[in-house]
């Protein structure tokens, strides 16, 4: 007899990921049809036309094809520093790409991000702390299967939050404990709304065990001050909460009132060492959007030796990450260097995408705000806007979202699933799509608005 859902695992059933849900099958099922459509559901920046940077691909080519190495040809198709630094790379993977590498990642990679660390926070990073994973999805998922081991063990996630976590922590059993970040005030976090959440998880008999924080924030596009971080990290240490600090847009800042600072950073500039935190880089986001790649890493600090030792079995299970997207990571955290040959075509390339991406915030920024009916916070970081959205009386943003996508075929996520203060309405879309689809995404949503009933 088949499996019937009725033999599948609760948390399974009730796990749910509104980013590639029913809208976006729905979307598909359009496009099938002959219908254009719009995607602002999902960061996939290469999907809606960000380029790939040449020294990424350049690099990954020799290592997958290292004869390219010995070709007479490659000289003059490659430049010298990247032809050194795949050797690198093939002498550190020992087999090359083909092959396992230790279960935490190559050690050469590691060292490359621990230098990357130590360089951008002026603090120190080992090797021995990095993990290597498949996108910084399976790290934040690693990091929640060793916190959690039961129903009564809360995590808490901002709300709006990326479905990530919410889905995570219901499939391994575990409790969402919300708490509300302060739409009025750019999102930013609020130790009131903090303590709040903390006290309504404890009366019901729930043990609070890490606090989650997305900087720069998804879908908020929210980026947090030295003393907003100073304070979270306050709030984890009288509650003795690990943090699990989500750090893949760090380098989508476009406001110049706005900097990123790292959880790590922060950390040792209060001299805190008592606190455990889990940080998570990517490959996917900024300017690298390599999200098939699937690579990016987690950096532990301030865990007990028999922690970590549970965290590295845990590890294993998987064998390894894979070894392209390693490869792309050791890309991201090693770029060229002033002098290298190089250097001027990547500065370009990196410069050219993020002028764009600073463009199209806002410009969809100032044109949300430009819709009766429709308000957006400054999106001063990530890669999405999140407006509230005024809807007639008796529908639901869900409904919103999927009438929107018959009427103009834009798909957008509703903020049902992302979490929404009680009483207010919300979508996520991206800055991602051109900047002439930027302007048609805002002309078509604007009609639609106008006649909404």
């Not at 599948?8 to 990921?17: A, D, F, H």
């Not at 990679?109 to 951008?120: G, K, L």
């Amino acid at each position: 007899m088949p499996v019937r859902l009725t033999d599948l695992s609760l948390t399974v059933l009730e796990t749910q990921y509104a980013v590639r849900g029913p809208i976006v099958a729905r979307a598909a099922e359009l496009e099938k049809a002959g219908r254009r459509v719009l995607y602002g559901n999902i960061g996939n920046p290469q999907a809606l036309g960000q380029k790939p940077l040449s020294y990424i691909r350049q690099i990954l080519a020799l290592c997958e094809y290292p004869a390219l190495l010995d070709s007479p040809a490659t000289s003059a198709s490659f430049p010298s520093d990247v032809a050194e630094k795949a050797r690198r790379v093939l002498e550190a993977t020992k087999y090359g790409l083909g092959a396992y590498s230790e279960s935490k990642g190559v050690l050469m990679i590691r060292e490359a991000v621990a230098s990357f660390i130590a360089e951008r926070d002026g603090i120190e990073a080992r090797p021995e702390s990095i993990f290597l994973g498949d996108g910084a999805s399976k790290s934040v998922q690693l990091a929640l299967r060793v916190l959690i081991s039961s129903r009564a063990d809360g995590i808490m996630v901002p709300i709006p939050q990326y479905p990530l976590y919410s889905a995570t922590i219901t499939l391994y059993g575990g409790t969402q404990i919300p708490y509300y970040l302060d739409e009025d005030r750019d999102w930013c976090v609020s130790r009131e709304l903090l303590e709040r959440a903390f006290m309504d998880a404890v009366r019901k008999g729930i043990k609070p065990r890490a606090i989650c924080v997305l900087n720069p924030g998804n879908p908020t596009g929210a980026v947090l001050d030295h003393d907003n971080i100073a304070m979270i990290i306050d709030f984890a240490r009288s509650h003795d909460l690990s943090i699990l600090t989500d750090e893949v847009y760090q380098e989508d800042v476009y406001l110049t009132d706005f900097s990123f600072y790292s959880f790590a950073k922060v950390m040792a500039d209060l001299g805190v060492s008592d606190v455990s935190l889990f940080s998570f880089h990517s490959i996917s986001k900024g300017f690298i959007g390599e999200c098939g790649h699937r690579g990016g890493y987690m950096e532990i600090r301030n865990l007990p030796d028999e922690v970590v030792e549970q965290i590295e079995k845990l590890q294993s299970v998987s064998l390894c990450s894979n070894l392209p997207g390693q490869v792309v990571t050791y890309c991201m955290v090693n770029p060229p260097r002033e002098g290298e040959p190089s250097y001027p075509l990547y500065v370009a390339e990196r410069d050219h995408i993020m002028d764009e991406l600073r463009a199209r915030a806002k410009i969809l920024a100032e044109g949300l705000n430009g819709i009766p009916g429709i308000h957006c916070t400054r999106i001063a970081g990530a890669m999405y806007a999140f407006p509230r959205i005024t809807v007639p009386s008796g529908k639901t943003d869900d409904q919103y979202c999927f009438d929107l996508l018959e009427a103009t075929g834009l798909c957008v996520v509703p903020g049902s699933g992302f979490g929404q203060l009680p009483g207010t309405h919300h979508f996520r879309t991206t800055i991602l799509p051109e900047t002439a689809q930027i302007h048609e995404f805002v002309e078509k949503l604007a009609a639609f608005q106008a006649s909404y009933k």
